[in-house]
């Protein structure tokens, strides 16, 4: 035990100050007095500003403050802004951020990553590529070349849209301002000259080429005048209205109890007028007379129905055969229906089998045909009975079954 730091008093035994080592450089800690038998420092007891004080604990001083605190908030008195003078103080201290200035870091921020995602993108891509045995050299090659093409497609693309904002615009200022229109032609044969044609399409000259409906003007063309069978109208620049006019042909006439038709192969009605048929015309004979008016659509009524239905189908195959001079139907009765070649040979059909569907029209004329080209001279007379299914006969010297 040391004998020098030994004390009676201290009945935990002897204590000692500071340390013995004459190495150890001195710190504020070594004045602290510590046992010799356990090395734990003594608690120094807190200084006291008065005597009698007694020192509070840890709980007491907590209770202390919080006491202290209430009193503190009973005694503020809310002020109308609705804070407190305490929080506005607070919030006086409380440093102020722009919200500029918060904007423009966060766009940095996101600047950056977007720069930092970029960058392992093509460091990703970099090392794909030469993974897959490309040099340095070759991957910058690679490199400038697609930016070359992305340098490219921006100036086509704003060439593209330089061009597009141009032609709407120019669209605009023809469409307000006008392109108008200083002469007017007419090409096509037909029967109307070209002042009523252009008097009838409604067009003058100093319209505007745009605002015209080309649809419309040749419905109309068309409408009015029976023997035009189409219209296509162009506009020739710079001021140039071109009308092509298609005519129509005569290819039906239909003859009824006192009346007369006129029909294109379309079944416009193009004169109402007694006509005598020509070659590439076939007359119809046979049908009930019903009204119609010039330029429009025939269509037919009642027993016309079948009538006219039959007669197309058999014009029509007596085109595909070359039978052109076959140009007159008899088709008053439908059970004896005739056909007459160059007014010198009558062929006798059924013509009810032919609408229901019941016999094959096509065969039959193929046949009639034949015996006409092979067996009738040119000008011998005669008639061929094709009403039974399959065979045709020939008789020659009567045109009429009935002698």
Known sequence: M???????????GSYRYGTDDPNRRYSGSDDAWTP???????????????????????????????QQRRTQQKTTRKPSG??????????????????????????????????QRRLERDHASFEKKQSNGLSRAE????????????????????????????????????????APINKITVTGKTTYSSEQIIDVSGIRTGDNMLRIRKN????????????????????????????????AQEKYLIVGKGGYLCLDENGKVLSLKKKKAKEGQYRLEGFVQ????????????????DRYKLAKQIVAQLEKNDLKKANLLQLGDMNKVIVQYDGRVNIYLNGNDYVKGNGDLEKKIALVAG?????????????????????????????????
């Open 36 to 66: 010799i038998s356990t090395g734990v420092p003594v608690q120094t007891p807190p200084k006291l500003q008065d005597q009698n004080e007694v020192p509070r604990t840890r709980q007491q001083t907590g209770t202390r403050q919080s």
């Open 82 to 115: 609705g804070k407190t003078t305490r929080q506005q103080s607070a919030a006086a201290q409380r440093p102020v951020v722009r919200d500029t200035q918060r904007r423009s870091q966060t766009a940095a921020q996101r600047a950056y990553q977007s720069e």
């Open 2 to 12: 040391d004998q020098r730091n030994q004390n009676n008093n201290f009945p935990f």
């Open 371 to 403: 015996v006409i080209k092979e067996q009738i001279s040119e000008n011998s007379k005669g008639y061929i009975d094709a009403r039974f299914e399959g065979r045709v006969f020939l008789n020659e010297g009567t045109m009429t079954i009935d002698g």
């Open 216 to 247: 419309e003007v040749s419905r109309t063309i068309c409408e009015e005048l029976p023997y035009v069978s189409s219209v296509k109208v162009e506009f020739k620049l710079p001021d140039t209205l071109v009308l092509k006019v298609t005519p």
């Open 290 to 305: 019903q009204t119609a008016r010039e330029g429009d659509t025939y269509t037919p009524e009642g027993d016309n129905v």
């Open 139 to 178: 991957l910058r090659a690679m490199a400038a070349k697609r930016k070359k093409r992305r340098r490219q497609l921006r100036i086509a693309l704003t060439v593209i849209i330089v061009m597009a904002i141009a032609g709407i615009c120019a669209l605009i200022y023809c469409v307000a301002y006008g």
